[in-house]
């Protein structure tokens, strides 16, 4: 059967939703002396942090963290780091900004990964949340969109490294 996109969220909706996310983080942080170090969790946030970083009116430090846990749609539940940060995060303000929290392995993995480097605070902004497939407790900080047990590809996320620039986010049918 071929493959059929269908849209979830356009890419007004995806804007509109990082201009709210951005406005919250602003007030949230607004009051801290220190630049806020956004972690992108690569690959899959590649575009969404680009967006939410200019989407933030504060200062902002940014760093890339690559990770793999996914095979095909699969969670492995074995986190690797493909990349780790170049500088460090001691005393700093510290936001993970993630594609998607599915069952909250990674996110869960990546928390006590960078807890130990003693920052000052970590917080989480994940794009999407699928809290039907949670397996560990873990508060997301700032959600884009919640969404139901879907697989999803776009603004960044993939399928076995495809549709990643998709402009808007959607379902694949067929794969
Ligand atoms: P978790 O450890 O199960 O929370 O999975 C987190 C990672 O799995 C995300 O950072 C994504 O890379 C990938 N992932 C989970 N669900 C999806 C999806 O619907 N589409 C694309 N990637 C996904």
Do not use: W
């Amino acid at each position: 059967m071929a493959e059929r996109l269908v849209q979830v969220f356009s890419k007004k909706q995806i804007a509109s939703r990082v201009r709210e996310l951005g406005a919250m983080i602003t007030a949230s942080y607004a009051e801290r002396p220190q630049p806020l170090v956004l972690v992108c969790v690569l690959k899959g946030s590649f575009i969404f942090a680009a967006d939410l970083a200019r989407a933030i009116k504060l200062s902002v430090r940014v760093e890339f963290l690559g990770v793999r846990s996914y095979e095909e749609t699969t969670s492995t539940g074995v986190v690797q780091i493909t990349q780790d940060l170049v500088q460090p995060i001691e005393d700093c303000d510290v936001l993970l900004v993630e594609d998607i929290v599915d069952t909250g392995l990674t996110m869960k993995h990546l928390l006590g990964h960078l807890g130990i480097r003693q920052p000052h605070s970590m917080r989480v902004c994940a794009l999407l949340h699928k809290p039907s497939r949670s397996k560990v407790e873990l508060t997301v900080d700032y959600v884009g969109f919640s969404i139901p047990d879907l697989f999803v590809v776009g603004y960044g996320l993939d399928i076995s490294e495809r549709y990643r620039n998709l402009p808007y986010l959607a379902v694949v049918e067929g794969a």
